[in-house]
């Protein structure tokens, strides 16, 4: 499942990203805000987000939007089994999930239109993980991080 939420700084972009998404009938779960609510905080969506990815982030992925989307990442990144990854073009969509196996996907929505909005979530969720020993490592160190915590 996907699950996807923004603070008022991502409303707008990702009312229209929820549209697009119905459009390619991508399967996914609104965890809000569903009204537009001036001087929300970012936390308090990442983390519905994060919860939800952490219960099995293999299969769950999560995007989130705001501003920066730099806070949302922060927020999510708080979450055992969460790697997530601030994402401004298609090229790094693809690093994140191929090299790093991100599963939230944060988007600034400040400095990215609809256009390259839809253009990297659809390269982001076609991405599939790589298999490479090496990528594969690596996420492996960072999953015994996470006991150590």
Avoid at 65 to 88: D, E, H, P, T, Y
Avoid at 124 to 132: E, H, M, V
Wanted: aromatic share 8%; proline share 3%; net charge positive.
């Amino acid at each position: 499942m996907i699950y996807i939420a923004s603070d008022h700084g991502g409303f707008k972009l990702k009312q229209q990203l929820l549209t697009v998404l119905r459009k390619q009938n991508v399967e996914f779960k609104d965890l809000g805000p569903t009204k537009y609510k001036d001087g929300d905080d970012y936390p308090d969506y990442a983390v519905k987000v994060a919860k939800q990815v952490s219960k099995n982030p293999v299969t769950n992925l999560g995007i989130l939007l705001c501003r920066s989307g730099q806070g949302v990442c922060i927020v999510a990144n708080k979450f055992s089994g969460v790697r997530a990854a601030l994402v401004w073009n298609t090229e790094q969509a693809v690093l994140s999930r191929n090299d790093d196996m991100a599963n939230v996907l944060c988007l600034p929505s400040d400095f990215i239109n609809l256009k390259q909005a839809t253009a990297i979530v659809k390269t982001w969720l076609d991405t599939p993980f790589s298999t490479d020993t090496r990528h594969m490592r690596r996420v492996q160190k960072i999953t015994r991080l996470e006991k150590f915590l």
